[in-house]
């Protein structure tokens, strides 16, 4: 029987006035050490971001969100975070920031399969 193994994830969130702390869900990372995984993925939703913050640069925040995609990835083109290993980049990522871009807390779970797992919280989390 197979054993469930230790993942951590957080939410990906658009947080356009910072000293507000208001924001929304766009995107979610996780991490399972035992299974070498380490993934992040974002829906940018304009209209709902629109509705809720107004005027955005939605160039800006896209790019953003994608250099989150490019370091989980690893690959040379993610710069020299996308060079160290999945724990310190998972940990770079989760970081407290005081910008647009913002993740949650971290949260634990349990898990035969990281992948699964990441679609069935990014379907509850973000779409």
Avoid at 23 to 48: C, D, M, T
Wanted: net charge neutral; hydrophobic share 40%; proline share 3%.
């Amino acid at each position: 029987m197979q054993e469930k193994q230790l993942y951590e994830y957080a939410v990906i969130r658009v947080v356009p006035r910072v000293e507000r702390d208001e924001f929304l869900n766009v995107g979610l990372i996780l991490y399972s050490a035992k299974q070498k995984y380490l993934k992040a993925k974002f829906e940018l939703n304009e209209p709902r971001l629109k509705a809720a913050f107004g005027e955005l640069d939605f160039s800006e925040l896209e790019e953003n969100l994608r250099s989150f995609q490019r370091i989980s990835e690893g690959g040379k083109d993610g710069g020299p975070i996308a060079q160290l290993d999945l724990p310190s980049r998972f940990r770079w990522l989760t970081a407290k920031r005081s910008t647009v871009v913002q993740t949650s807390r971290v949260c634990t779970g349990l898990t035969l399969d990281a992948e699964i797992t990441f679609d069935k919280l990014y379907k509850e989390q973000i779409l």
